[in-house]
DNA sequence: AACGTGACACAGC
DNA sequence: AGCTGTGCCACGT
Protein backbone atom coordinates (compact mmCIF):
# COMPACT_ATOMS: atom_id res chain seq x y z
CA UNK A 1 0.00 0.00 0.00
CA UNK A 2 1.73 3.10 -1.24
CA UNK A 3 -0.91 5.30 -0.35
CA UNK A 4 0.39 5.71 3.23
CA UNK A 5 0.84 9.23 3.66
CA UNK A 6 3.48 11.06 6.11
CA UNK A 7 1.41 9.80 9.59
CA UNK A 8 3.32 12.72 11.05
CA UNK A 9 6.08 15.56 10.37
CA UNK A 10 8.93 14.71 7.67
CA UNK A 11 11.63 13.64 10.33
CA UNK A 12 14.02 12.71 7.26
CA UNK A 13 16.00 15.95 8.02
CA UNK A 14 16.09 15.45 11.82
CA UNK A 15 17.14 11.88 11.59
CA UNK A 16 19.59 13.05 8.73
CA UNK A 17 21.13 15.49 11.25
CA UNK A 18 21.54 12.65 13.88
CA UNK A 19 23.16 10.24 11.52
CA UNK A 20 25.49 13.00 10.83
CA UNK A 21 26.46 13.90 14.59
CA UNK A 22 26.29 10.48 15.17
CA UNK A 23 29.51 10.38 12.27
CA UNK A 24 31.42 13.19 14.43
CA UNK A 25 34.52 11.19 15.48
CA UNK A 26 35.75 11.32 19.33
CA UNK A 27 37.47 14.17 20.18
CA UNK A 28 36.05 16.45 17.25
CA UNK A 29 33.45 18.80 17.14
CA UNK A 30 31.07 20.56 14.02
CA UNK A 31 28.70 23.71 14.45
CA UNK A 32 25.04 23.83 13.07
CA UNK A 33 25.71 26.01 10.52
CA UNK A 34 28.34 23.29 8.88
CA UNK A 35 25.56 19.99 9.15
CA UNK A 36 23.08 22.45 8.11
CA UNK A 37 25.24 22.97 4.87
CA UNK A 38 25.90 19.68 4.31
CA UNK A 39 22.35 18.64 4.42
CA UNK A 40 21.83 21.52 1.32
CA UNK A 41 21.92 25.07 3.72
CA UNK A 42 18.19 25.36 2.59
CA UNK A 43 17.12 25.34 6.52
CA UNK A 44 18.51 27.82 8.80
CA UNK A 45 21.17 26.57 11.38
CA UNK A 46 18.18 26.77 13.98
CA UNK A 47 16.57 23.76 12.82
CA UNK A 48 19.66 21.84 13.79
CA UNK A 49 19.44 23.06 17.07
CA UNK A 50 15.88 21.89 16.94
CA UNK A 51 16.71 18.34 15.60
CA UNK A 52 19.14 18.10 18.37
CA UNK A 53 15.79 18.95 20.95
CA UNK A 54 14.77 15.98 20.19
CA UNK A 55 17.75 13.85 19.69
CA UNK A 56 17.39 10.40 20.85
CA UNK A 57 19.81 8.81 22.86
CA UNK A 58 23.42 7.93 21.09
CA UNK A 59 23.50 11.01 19.57
CA UNK A 60 26.27 12.84 20.76
CA UNK A 61 25.24 16.37 20.47
CA UNK A 62 27.19 17.76 22.86
CA UNK A 63 30.38 17.58 20.06
CA UNK A 64 27.46 20.12 17.82
CA UNK A 65 28.01 23.92 18.71
CA UNK A 66 27.59 27.06 17.13
CA UNK A 67 30.20 28.70 14.57
CA UNK A 68 32.02 30.67 17.09
CA UNK A 69 33.05 27.35 19.62
CA UNK A 70 30.72 28.14 22.05
CA UNK A 71 28.26 25.97 23.62
CA UNK A 72 25.59 27.46 23.74
CA UNK A 73 23.44 24.77 24.10
CA UNK A 74 25.13 23.71 27.07
CA UNK A 75 22.03 24.79 29.47
CA UNK A 76 19.83 22.30 27.42
CA UNK A 77 21.50 19.12 28.70
CA UNK A 78 20.88 17.44 32.01
CA UNK A 79 23.28 20.38 33.76
CA UNK A 80 24.57 23.33 32.78
CA UNK A 81 28.22 21.33 33.27
CA UNK A 82 27.31 18.07 31.27
CA UNK A 83 28.03 19.11 27.71
CA UNK A 84 31.44 21.04 29.04
CA UNK A 85 32.20 17.77 31.36
CA UNK A 86 31.44 15.38 28.24
CA UNK A 87 33.93 17.64 25.79
CA UNK A 88 36.63 17.69 28.28
CA UNK A 89 36.18 13.60 28.61
CA UNK A 90 36.87 13.56 24.86
CA UNK A 91 39.49 15.49 24.86
CA UNK A 92 38.22 18.82 24.28
CA UNK A 93 39.62 21.58 26.06
CA UNK A 94 36.79 24.54 27.02
CA UNK A 95 37.26 27.84 28.40
CA UNK A 96 34.28 29.85 29.54
CA UNK A 97 32.06 27.66 27.27
CA UNK A 98 34.15 28.00 24.42
CA UNK A 99 36.08 25.42 22.55
CA UNK A 100 39.82 25.90 22.68
CA UNK A 101 41.53 25.47 19.15
CA UNK A 102 38.47 24.70 17.94
CA UNK A 103 39.46 25.75 13.96
CA UNK A 104 41.69 22.66 14.88
CA UNK A 105 39.36 19.85 16.13
CA UNK A 106 36.22 21.33 13.73
CA UNK A 107 34.78 18.52 11.72
CA UNK A 108 33.37 19.55 8.74
CA UNK A 109 30.79 16.76 7.43
CA UNK A 110 30.51 18.26 3.92
CA UNK A 111 34.86 17.80 4.14
CA UNK A 112 35.26 14.54 5.88
CA UNK A 113 32.25 12.58 4.11
CA UNK A 114 31.79 11.54 0.69
C1' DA B 1 -5.26 29.92 12.83
C1' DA B 2 -1.82 33.47 14.17
C1' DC B 3 1.99 35.03 17.05
C1' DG B 4 6.08 34.23 19.41
C1' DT B 5 10.05 31.64 20.48
C1' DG B 6 14.40 29.19 19.48
C1' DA B 7 20.84 24.48 20.73
C1' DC B 8 22.28 29.85 14.46
C1' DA B 9 24.37 32.54 10.72
C1' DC B 10 25.26 36.57 7.89
C1' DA B 11 24.96 41.39 6.20
C1' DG B 12 24.86 46.04 7.35
C1' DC B 13 26.04 50.08 10.22
C1' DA C 1 35.40 46.17 15.90
C1' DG C 2 31.06 45.16 18.22
C1' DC C 3 26.04 45.59 18.02
C1' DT C 4 21.48 45.30 15.52
C1' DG C 5 18.45 43.53 12.36
C1' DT C 6 16.82 39.97 9.19
C1' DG C 7 16.32 35.17 7.27
C1' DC C 8 15.25 30.54 8.08
C1' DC C 9 11.68 26.58 9.46
C1' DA C 10 9.45 24.01 13.01
C1' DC C 11 7.04 23.79 17.31
C1' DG C 12 4.31 25.52 21.46
C1' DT C 13 0.61 28.26 23.16
Redo the contacts with the bound molecule.
Sequence with gaps: MAGKKKP????N??EDVYAIVRLIPKGRVT????I??YLGA??????????????PRG?P??R?????G?L??????KTPYT?QRLLEKEGIQVFNDKIIRFSDIFWDPARELP
Design positions: HNKPFFSYGAAKKMSSRMVGWAMHGAVAHVVNRNLTGKHHFM
